[in-house]
């Protein structure tokens, strides 16, 4: 016999689109009022309204709390139903009402969407805000360390010429003008040394550093630079030398490039050595096929974090050796590795010396390596 | 056969959806489309648990996205077995939803096994180790990294949570 007597309340539940089904303590329906969604009497109710799976122990309560707003089946996308469950007092009845919701869903669900889409929207927003505002920040760095870099020389130049036009009775003694003609030297070498090497980084930044390649030999490559570096004045007293591999390939590579990345990491190399200290330059070909060039110090070493400073441009952790370079070094050997596909890596411990590798692909390699 | 009901929560656009079409229907597309409460989706598995295969039913909820549990969150969550809770690993700050997500479920559901699906596994890295360790020691939880994309780790991660479901390991393992 049907708890809902009532014509008016049967009217008033399809009105509202509600089904509402009658279920027993085993939760089998036992009463069906209303008709758009298929329920029948004798099966489990969990079977229409898995939603009901899990909530066992609350249907079960004397005062059962469950309103889900919007539940539907997500692989039929099925019209969406809000389900709640109410128990009448006079019967002990357990009713669960089924109200089809697919209109306030439509509405509501635009909705939703629209606020995820402006939100995630927001979000990008602000991340690439956070990134400019970040790149700003290091253009702004970058310029002041450029003005720097550019005025410590340019002071040396300007000073030194001063000193030498400065009329005076009694002319400088010769060692003090080969003292001051040589800083004026040196300063323009670094001058044009930063210049060059700002013109590299920007054309590395824009895409417009390139490189032109051929067929080169390292081991020539190598020897050339080592003699250069040898030539340096901080390599006074530091023995350089060479370890190829057994057979070293051909590298197709751009060679002027190849020596530019050959001396950064050289010099880098003899400005932290002390007299006595011992460069090696090791060739290696990898499992993998890569050939890899290693130049290795037993200088100071350096730690992560000077390692992190190390290869940002104008990033010199250590302040004895900061006059004595322009900072963008391991920046554009950085740079030249990637334009030739090689990988560049520093391994370093502090007081341990440090190894910086550069590791061309197999592609790039004669087939006579090995 | 007991159906398990298993909630999937997390902030949205992080994946939710589509880890679990990826693991039921084996699909994946790139269009978002916002979930609007919750989508039920019945699924049969088989899943090694102590050692012996068994088959499984489970009632997986996907449950509309915010980045903090509200509600109507802890309202769906009622009577789940176990919760995967997903957070987008192209995000910065997705640790701390995932927390707070996490957080309501030791609280509403105490002692039911939580995986962390760090989603989106194919365009960005993992987290680091330490908030790995972190959330593992805090939750016990399972951790995993997934990509519904190209369904990296997304059966697994369902499976590891279901045997932990019905193998009795709770939150704390």
């Known amino acids: 016999m049907s708890d809902v007597k009532s014509f008016d309340a ?41 939603a009901l799976i899990g909530m066992e122990d609350e249907l079960l309560q004397e005062l059962p709390y469950i309103q889900l707003p919007f539940v539907s089946l997500g692989m039929s996308h099925e019209q969406p139903v809000a389900i709640s469950v109410q128990r009448d007092w006079k019967t002990q009845s357990l009713w669960i009402l089924l109200r089809d919701v697919s209109e306030e869903a439509s509405v ?21 805000r956070d990134a400019a505002l970040t790149a700003d920040k290091a253009k702004t760095r970058f310029l002041a360390n450029v003005s720097h870099e550019l005025r410590t020389p340019l002071n040396v130049v300007i000073g030194g010429a001063s000193i030498l036009r400065k009329p005076r009775e009694k002319p400088l003694p010769t060692e003090d003008v080969v003292t001051f003609s040589n800083d004026i030297h040196d300063s323009g070498v670094l001058l044009l040394q930063l210049v060059d090497d700002l013109i590299d980084l920007s054309r590395a930044e824009t895409g417009n550093l390139t490189i032109h390649e051929e067929w080169c030999n390292p081991s020539v490559i190598i020897d050339e630079m080592i003699r250069l570096s040898r030539g340096l004045p901080e390599a006074k007293g530091v023995e350089i030398v060479y370890e190829p591999c057994a057979k070293a390939p051909e590298l197709f590579a751009d060679p ?48 992560p974090a000077d390692l992190a400073i190390a290869l940002e441009p104008f990033g010199q952790p250590n302040a004895e050796t900061r006059s004595r370079g ?36 197999v592609e790039r390699l004669s087939s006579n390596a090995g | 056969m007991k159906a398990h009901k298993v909630i999937v929560i997390g902030d949205f656009g992080v994946g939710k959806t589509s880890l679990i079409r990826r693991y039921v ?149």
């Open chain 1, 108 to 128: 509501q669900e635009r909705l939703v969407h629209q606020h995820n889409a402006l939100s995630l929207a927001h979000r990008e927003l602000a991340a690439a």
């Open chain 1, 256 to 303: 002027r490039r190849v020596k530019q990345i050959l001396l950064n990491l050289l010099s880098n190399a003899v400005k932290v050595c002390d007299p006595g200290s011992r460069i090696q330059v090791e060739t290696e070909v990898l499992e993998s096929g890569d050939f890899k060039i290693t130049v290795r110090d037993n200088g100071p070493g350096m730690s």
């Open chain 2, 25 to 173: 229907l084996d699909v994946f597309s790139d269009q978002y489309r916002a979930t609007l409460g919750v989508h039920l989706y019945k699924h049969s598995d088989i899943v090694p648990i102590d050692g012996t295969e068994q088959q499984v039913k489970l009632v997986l909820w996907d449950i509309e996205g915010a980045p903090l549990p509200g509600e109507q969150m802890m309202r769906y969550s009622l009577g789940a077995s176990g919760a995967i809770v997903v957070g987008d690993l192209t995000r910065p700050d997705m640790i701390e939803p995932m927390r707070r997500a996490a957080d309501m479920i030791e609280a509403r559901l105490p002692g039911r096994p939580i995986g962390f699906a760090f989603n989106k596994h194919d365009i960005a890295p993992a987290p680091d180790d330490s908030n790995i360790a972190a959330l593992k020691d805090r939750y016990g939880a399972l951790i995993t990294c997934t990509s519904a994309k190209t369904g990296d780790a997304v059966p697994n991660l369902f499976r590891d949570l279901t045997a932990r479901i019905i193998g009795g390991k709770g939150g704390a393992v």
């Open chain 1, 10 to 50: 049967r009217i008033l539940l399809e009105g509202a689109r509600i089904v509402a089904v009658r279920v027993d303590e085993d939760l089998v329906v036992r009463e069906v009022v209303g008709d758009w969604c298929e329920v029948s009497v004798g099966e489990d109710v969990r079977d229409t309204v898995p």
């Open chain 1, 326 to 361: 322009t900072g963008l070094g391991l920046a554009i050997v950085a740079r030249l590795a990637d334009l030739h596909q090689a990988k560049f890596d520093i391994a370093t411990k502090l007081g341990e010396g440090l190894a910086a590798s550069t590791s061309f692909p």
